[in-house]
């Protein structure tokens, strides 16, 4: 196996800092991400208006992450206004809605363990920012709060796919939310990046996940901390749901399974069917060879079993662009860039 080299951002300190060296360090992947996810949508009447409201919503809500945004178009050279587009609204297409699988185990000789294969809608020549689309690990201590580390697209702000020094892990599958979001409410992304920063364990993400008035694309979250506890957050925003809590196994894909929220995803027939029979899939590893060690994680995350998360286009929609492990005892994040079953996982300590 190979060993592609990871962009790794360091950060530390108050919030205005952390977002200025978060754009320094990744300021032409952020920059490719704008271009992509901003630039071809941008209108600049309608998007400075939209980013008023944005910044009007989170200084009375989110204030000391509106300053790191602030610190973050700074150190990028990018316009505080499409910063605060990509952070805020759905800037994805429906390329997105076919991709990723989170799981996570309980507990097991290796303690408890978050798994997730992310995926895009195409492979890319492989270059300094990984993937199609530009993503780093982040290692972030701010002044105030918990330490965490983990894998976004550079120029995010979010708090999905993560592990802080509590040993609180989540991995994310986007899905869509088909409810009225309008209003004066905070993106899911931005929330989740305050509580990553500020809960210790399980049951406090999902309290204040249900706690906030959420906007954004809907997303399954997979939770799980140093003590075992898990959970399946089903958010559908602005309404949450929650499932599995406490489940040995648990995992999810780009669907909702609640019974109140099963037709809320605004999928295509065809995205939603192979969702669907991904699901299926590790509903079957659950009930035949339910996984207890990394060893088992890593078989899965790389298996090509018939709807298995490693994803080479075809009929499964997408490829796998990067995988990761989050070992919550351990306070360790491994992570491989590309196919698992073809990369090489690298180890990188949360602090």
Not at 5 to 34: F, M, S
Not at 198 to 219: E, H, I, N, R, Y
Not at 246 to 255: D, E, L, R, S, W
Request: glycine share 10%.
């Amino acid at each position: 196996m190979s060993a592609k080299p990871l962009t790794v951002i360091e950060c530390r300190g108050a919030p205005r800092e952390l977002g200025r060296q978060y754009g320094e360090q990744a300021r032409e992947a952020v920059r490719q991400n704008v271009a992509f996810f901003v630039d071809r949508k941008w209108e600049p009447n309608q998007g400075r208006g939209l980013a008023a409201a944005v910044r009007r919503t989170l200084s009375s809500r989110l204030p000391e992450v509106l300053d790191e945004l602030d610190g973050l178009a700074e150190g990028s050279g990018v316009a505080p206004e499409k910063i605060l587009w990509m952070n805020h609204l759905d800037t994805f297409g429906p390329e997105w809605k076919d991709a990723c699988t989170p799981m996570a185990i309980a507990a097991g000789p290796d303690g408890p363990l978050m798994g997730k294969n992310n995926d895009g809608g195409k492979p890319a020549p492989f270059d300094g920012h990984q993937g199609t689309y530009g993503y780093v690990i982040r290692r972030c201590s701010p002044a105030r709060g918990i330490p965490f580390l983990q894998v976004t697209y550079a120029g995010w702000l979010s708090g999905l796919d993560a592990m802080n020094a509590e040993g609180l892990a989540n991995g994310h599958a986007s899905v869509g939310s088909a409810f009225n979001k309008t209003g004066p409410r905070v993106d899911i992304r931005l929330w989740l990046y305050r509580l990553m920063s500020t809960c210790p364990d399980t049951a406090s993400l999902v309290a204040g996940l249900m706690d906030g008035s959420l906007t954004g694309k809907g997303f399954n979250i997979v939770v799980v901390d140093a003590a075992g506890d898990t959970a399946v957050v089903e958010a559908a925003v602005p309404l949450i749901q929650c499932r599995d809590r406490g489940n040995p196994f648990i995992y999810a894909t780009n669907c909702f399974v609640s019974p109140p929220i099963k037709d809320a995803d605004q999928r295509s027939p065809q995205a939603k069917q192979v969702s669907m029979l991904r699901f299926g899939y590790l509903h079957w590893v659950a009930q035949t060879r339910p996984p207890a060690k990394v060893g088992d994680l890593r078989t899965i995350l790389a298996s090509h079993e018939p709807w298995a998360p490693c994803r080479h286009g075809g009929p499964h929609m997408s490829h796998t662009e990067w995988s990761m492990i989050a070992l919550p005892s351990k306070r360790e994040v491994w992570i491989a860039p590309g196919y698992p079953c073809t990369e090489a996982y690298q180890t990188f300590a949360v602090t």
